[in-house]
């Protein structure tokens, strides 16, 4: 196989193995997303925390793990989409995971 094919088919192979869970991804970052607004915060303190509630209460088929997979997604797409206004958040690799 030629190196170009192989680079075609790298980009079109599907990685993800858990497309519910994607799919529910999308609907729970539109709910969540305020939660790392700081504008939205309480105090000068980000609501993060309650995002888990949240991806709780809408999603009660996930499991506590993907709840926080969802969590920390949605985290890190936050940073990338407004880096100037993550600064008061703490790094995705730095959740702990809620029990709620």
Known sequence: MSEQAEQKTRVTRERRQNLPLRSAFDDAFVMIEPFFDPEQGWAGQSLEHLAYRIVRENFP????EE????????????IERYPDRSGHLPRPENLRQVTL
Do not use: G
Request: charged share 5%.
């Open 61 to 64: 088929l996930l499991s506590a």
């Open 67 to 78: 709840v926080h997979l969802v969590v920390v997604a949605a985290h890190r797409v936050y």
